[in-house]
């Protein structure tokens, strides 16, 4: 791990055996991700709308709701792990998709004559899908290597990073047209809508997916948790990706946490407007996912980990500059550099981590990663929730998006500055705890 690989063995060696946009089973896996992406990016705008708008919520509460729908990364994301190791990834994620479905669609359920919908009904729906969207991307992120070869991974990811951000990019301007149309929670038909169409196109699938190892079964939960933190926490590079992700999370959940707010109260954001402006940002985005992969071809797929977050992040110090009128442009420009960052970024150390792992530990990898790098998210959105509330939501703009670039620090000095590309053969699994 100490030295570059050559061409001919890495992610960025020979070109894929044959096109993704030929694979039957990763287009279906890929369009309908892409509608569940668009739906939950109107959620994320819907929601908090409905809290403010409907309910009257406050800075902090705002803040407690977005904590909620990322609390069951800190609380379950361990036992998913191994849970997902053991079970049939394929069903598994169609179940949740349902669950989502019937979850999202109870909110506008609840503003029907008679019912009166509650904030403590908005986080009890936050938090329990969140709970499934654990075990979703667990399993998700687990099962895209078994649909591609290890040098489709990058490609892969960075279609799927595309779509992701296409879905950031239209989600808001038609989240902001269905609150205008049928208000906050009413909008959330959309979600469930999509959850549906993932599920459908799940079910399509036709790949056989390997048995889980049998000796999964004669073991412990707890001793599975530990084999993959033990992972983890002992590479050299994983823990370095980890500790970078995380903090970026972090802050940029606590960013998130006053984003609505901040749009809303500091630069005088009509719903449409919001929408709007989150629109603009996430061409950036989209951006990132076409470019991933020539990034990675040109500097090398393992180089552009700490190198997108060290230079496309910088301008998203235009963000806490906004103000209101077309000052609002300033922010969405950093948004939108903040968006490219985080696709080139994310599709480079996701394919890192799926190529490094075997098989076998794969969904309890993703696991403890996302145990690590979400848990820190319930905290950073009741921070910015805190110091929205005492300092005032611009300074803690600034704070966000301050801690958000000094993340990069932890892969910037680390053994991934002598290495040029990812390595395609999976790595020695660490001894047994």
Avoid at 79 to 85: E, T
Wanted: charged fraction near 10%; aromatic fraction near 8%; glycine fraction near 10%.
């Amino acid at each position: 791990m100490g030295h570059s690989r050559g061409v001919t063995d890495t992610l960025t060696g020979p070109a894929p055996r044959r096109s993704l946009w030929r694979h039957r089973d990763f287009l279906l896996l890929w369009g309908g991700q892409a509608v569940s992406e668009i739906g939950s990016a109107i959620t994320m705008l819907a929601v908090p709308l409905a809290a403010v708008l409907l309910l009257d919520a406050g800075t902090f509460q705002v803040g407690l709701l977005t904590a909620m729908s990322t609390l069951p990364f800190l609380l379950v994301a361990l036992p998913a792990g191994a849970l997902v190791d053991r079970a049939a990834k394929h069903r598994l994620m169609m179940w949740c998709d349902v669950g989502r479905l019937l979850l999202l669609g109870s909110v506008p359920l609840a503003t029907l004559p008679g019912l009166r919908l509650t904030y403590p009904h908005l986080l009890v729906v936050a938090l329990l899908t969140g709970v499934l969207t654990v075990f979703f991307d667990v399993a998700y992120q687990s099962y895209l290597p078994v649909l591609l070869d290890k040098e489709d991974l990058v490609d892969g990811n960075g279609k799927l990073g595309t779509t992701a951000a296409f879905a950031q990019f239209a989600g808001p301007a038609l989240g902001g047209v269905l609150v205008g149309l049928l208000g906050a929670a009413r909008s959330l038909i959309a979600d469930a809508a999509t959850y549906a169409v993932s599920a459908v196109t799940l079910f399509l699938i036709r790949t056989p997916e390997p048995a889980p190892h049998p000796a999964h079964g004669e073991r412990r939960i707890r001793d599975d948790v530990k084999e993959g933190l033990h992972f983890v926490v002992k590479h050299p590079i994983l823990r370095r990706i980890v500790a970078c992700t995380g903090t970026g999370n972090l802050f940029n959940a606590m960013m998130l946490a006053v984003e609505t707010p901040f749009m809303v109260r500091v630069l005088d954001l009509e719903p449409g407007g919001v929408g709007l402006v989150l629109t603009l940002g996430a061409c950036g985005g989209i951006v990132g996912g076409l470019i991933a992969r020539p990034l990675a071809n040109r500097f090398g797929s393992a180089r552009i980990i700490w190198l997108s977050p060290l230079v496309i992040g910088l301008p998203a110090f235009l963000a806490p500059l906004a103000t209101p009128g077309w000052g609002v442009l300033l922010y969405a420009a950093g948004l939108a550099f903040f968006g490219m960052m985080a696709v080139v970024y994310n599709v480079a150390q996701v394919s890192y981590r799926q190529a490094i792992t075997p098989h076998a530990l794969l969904g309890r990898m993703n696991a403890s990663v996302r145990f690590i790098v979400w848990g820190t998210m319930p905290l950073g959105a009741l921070l910015g929730g805190l110091l929205g509330t005492w300092f005032g939501l611009r300074a803690t703009v600034w704070i966000a998006v301050l801690g958000s670039y000094a993340a990069v620090a932890w892969v910037f000095f680390s053994p991934l500055r002598s290495l040029r590309d990812v390595p395609l053969a999976a790595e020695p699994t660490p001894d047994p705890v």
